[in-house]
């Protein structure tokens, strides 16, 4: 069934193994609410950090880093310059709020602010994301992994997604940190050795990496000009800037976790370790895939025309033709821990937010601990099975996967900008909110989908590039809350 050599399935089947147990291991005691959406608020910084670092991580970046790389530059790599000021402003302003309210829902100050719409608004938002940010990497980590194994691609989607509900489901967020502090290591060990391999591969020696490198200029940021209509540097930094505050602000995958810690000091030391940490590491994914472009340069005679034509491809074909045995094994189960990283954290806050929000918001607010516990793991089980089938879906229509992605960025658009007016403005009130977020969606809408216009409709497509959707939409919603709220002033309007 694997075209893998043995001693490299041994390796994946022990990691596999590995992380079930050590996620049962260490959840055993989940048996309460506070301990599976909290872990006790007992963990160290240091774990936090990690698990931090592991969510910004998918299975995705390990390959498509390299990949975007290897065919063009390090213009990407911008994203990753703009983490540092997020962290910061997570460290000033939205960890001490999120510690300060105590709320495990990172939307329940919505409703204290704009009222019960804001906050059911931003969950389903979230919830709708997190299904398809579940499909989507499962499918392509199936997509990516099934030439590097010979398994299918169904079997993959189904392997994987029953190993993370299972760890999941019984360990709850004790386990989700624990298992990401392990993933993180593996993916982190898997990325550098790939680094010395191709390094040490080199006909004339390490050096000549940065020669071949330096001469097609694969170490540039890209363009400094000023264009909106291209990923020019400053397009990138602009989305990185947006996207980060949103995973540091909004993000119930990481709010979640700041509650984890004994104390606001060590939240705020997990923030500053998973973001420092996450930004060599990228710089080492984007190094592979220049390595990789000098590597495949000096040696063209190793790289299939076909293989060579599709840049995400040349990873994959990379670590199994020319790492040597056992190290396959260790990078493949790097691929799938940074899978199991993500996933987790998407089955565990959306369950979370299901029992929060909704359950005891709407239906039951005294419900009992053995109630509230069943309401977790059922909505784990039901996450979890939910996003495999949303990747198995994809198999059959890969046209939905630019559509999901497109969605999760309109859905996320709308909560940072929602979030932000709540927090800078003392004056903003329900309708300015409503209208702020009404003429958001619909501007983050337009720039969405205008671009595929034709006929009558091209002249009003979009000139903007891509990246800044998310940056012009959360805009709108701030500003034109801001002004609704400045001058339609409405007695009994929210000012605190």
């Not at 290897?70 to 997570?90: D, E, R």
């Not at 997190?130 to 398994?151: E, F, K, N, V």
């Not at 602009?238 to 060590?266: C, E, P, W």
């Not at 472009?293 to 020319?322: C, G, N, S, W």
Request: proline share 4%; glycine share 8%.
């Amino acid at each position: 069934m694997s075209a893998l050599p043995t001693i490299d399935l041994a390796v994946l089947v022990l990691y596999l193994v590995g992380t079930v147990a050590l996620g049962l291991w260490v959840g055993r005691k989940s048996r309460s609410t506070e301990e599976f959406m909290a872990a006790g608020r007992r963990i160290p910084a240091w774990a936090v950090g990690l698990s931090i670092f592991g969510t910004y991580v998918s299975s995705i970046s390990f390959l498509a880093l390299p990949g975007k790389a290897y065919a063009t530059n390090w213009n990407a790599f911008t994203f990753s310059l703009a983490i540092p000021f997020a962290a910061w402003v997570a460290t000033k302003w939205f960890v001490p709020f999120y510690r300060a309210a105590g709320a495990i829902s990172s939307y329940e100050h919505l409703e204290h602010r704009f009222g019960p719409w804001a906050r059911t608004y931003a969950v389903l938002c979230f919830l709708l994301t997190q299904l398809a940010r579940m499909g989507t990497i499962l499918y392509l980590l199936a997509l990516a992994l099934s030439p590097l194994t010979g398994w299918s691609v169904p079997w993959l989607i189904v392997v994987t997604g029953v190993i993370v509900i299972v760890y999941t489901l019984f360990g709850g967020m004790e386990a989700v940190i624990w298992t990401d502090v392990m993933q993180s290591i593996v993916f982190i060990v898997g990325a550098l050795a790939c680094v010395v391999v191709i390094l040490l591969g080199m006909p004339q020696g390490p050096g000549q990496v940065f020669q071949i490198a330096g001469e097609h200029r694969k170490f540039s940021l890209g363009s400094f000009d000023l264009a909106l209509n291209q990923p020019t540097f400053w397009v990138v930094l602009l989305y990185g800037v947006s996207m980060n505050l949103q995973n540091f602000g909004i993000d119930q995958n990481h709010v979640q976790r700041y509650q984890t810690t004994k104390t606001v000091a060590a939240a705020k030391r997990s923030v500053w370790l998973g973001a420092l940490l996450y930004l060599p590491i990228s710089a080492v994914f984007f190094f592979i895939g220049t390595g990789l472009f000098a590597f495949y340069t000096a040696r063209p005679e190793l790289l299939p025309a076909d293989v060579a034509a599709k840049p995400d491809a040349v990873f994959p074909h990379f670590i199994v033709k020319q790492l040597p045995v056992g190290l396959t094994g260790l990078v493949i189960a790097a691929v799938f821990a940074a899978a199991q990283s993500t996933l987790s954290s998407s089955i565990n806050c959306s369950a979370t937010l299901v029992l929060c929000d909704f359950y005891k918001r709407h239906f039951r607010p005294q419900a009992t601990e053995r109630e509230a516990m069943r309401v977790l793991w059922a909505t784990s089980l039901v996450v979890g099975l939910l996003g495999t089938g949303m990747a198995l879906a994809m198999m059959r229509i890969q046209s939905a996967l630019d559509a999901w992605w497109s969605l999760a960025g309109m859905f996320s658009g709308g909560m940072l900008g929602l979030f932000l007016l709540g927090r800078i403005s003392r004056r903003a009130h329900n309708a300015g909110a409503a209208t702020g977020v009404l003429l958001g969606v619909l501007l983050i809408c337009w720039m969405t989908f205008s671009p595929k216009w034709s006929g009558a409709l091209a002249a009003w497509r979009s000139p903007f590039h891509s990246f800044l959707i998310t940056v012009f939409g959360t805009l709108a919603i701030l500003l034109v809350g801001l002004l609704v709220s400045r001058f339609c002033r409405r007695p009994g309007a929210t000012t605190n």
